[in-house]
C-alpha cells in the first residue's frame, strides 16, 4: 500500500480506517502483478465537494457529480474513489485490463473483494455510474448496523474532530 494512499486511509471516519486498509492489502494481494490499488478520493470537504459540483454547470466541463455538498458520502469520510497504479508509476482506470493475466480484469478483482465487505460500487448504480467509487451503507456500531444515507448522516451530530457520530 503506498503512502498516499495510506494518508487518504487516515482521514477516513474512524469506523471504517482498518476495513479500508484491509481492503485495500487483499485487492494487492489478488492482483499479483504489476497493478497495485491507489485511493485517488476519501475524505471531501463541503467546499471541495462544492467546486465539483460546480464543474459542468458554474465552471467548464463535463459533469463529475449529482452530489452538492453534504450530498456525498464522501463528505463524511465513508466513500473512497480508487485508481490502479500500473508498475508505481502509471496511474489507470481501465476496467478492462488484466495486468497479472489470471483471466479477470484486475479492476473486477477489486470490486468483488469491495462487495465481500459490504461496499457499495458506483458502477452498479442506474444513472450516472461512478466506476472508481465506493461507498459503505451498513457501518456495525455497538448499537448496531447504522444504515447511512447522505439525508440520515446531515441530520447527525458530529464529533470534535468533525465525523459523524455513528
Not at 504489476?34 to 470537504?45: P, Y
Not at 452530489?67 to 463524511?76: L, M, P, T
Not at 483471466?103 to 457499495?120: P, R
Amino acid at each position: 500500500m503506498d503512502k498516499i494512499t495510506l494518508q487518504r486511509i487516515e482521514k477516513l471516519h474512524p469506523l471504517v480506517k482498518e476495513e479500508v486498509k484491509q481492503i485495500i492489502k487483499e485487492c494487492d494481494e489478488s492482483l499479483k502483478g504489476r497493478a497495485k490499488v491507489r485511493i485517488t478520493q476519501g475524505l471531501r470537504t463541503f467546499e471541495e465537494q462544492e467546486k465539483l459540483y460546480a464543474i459542468g454547470r458554474i465552471t467548464a466541463g463535463k459533469k463529475v457529480t449529482n452530489a452538492k455538498a453534504g450530498q456525498s458520502i464522501h463528505n463524511y469520510g465513508l466513500a473512497v474513489d480508487i485508481c490502479l497504479m500500473i508498475d508505481g508509476k502509471t496511474v489507470s482506470w481501465d476496467t478492462v485490463k488484466d495486468w497479472d493475466n489470471d483471466q479477470v480484469a484486475d479492476w473486477y478483482e477489486c470490486v468483488k473483494i469491495f462487495a465481500k465487505h459490504g461496499w457499495d460500487w458506483g458502477g452498479n448504480w442506474k444513472t450516472f455510474k461512478d466506476l472508481p467509487h465506493f461507498e459503505k451503507k451498513n457501518i456495525p456500531t455497538k448499537k448496531g448496523v447504522v444504515k447511512t444515507s447522505w439525508r440520515t448522516l446531515q441530520k447527525m451530530k458530529r464529533d470534535k474532530e468533525g465525523y459523524v457520530i455513528l
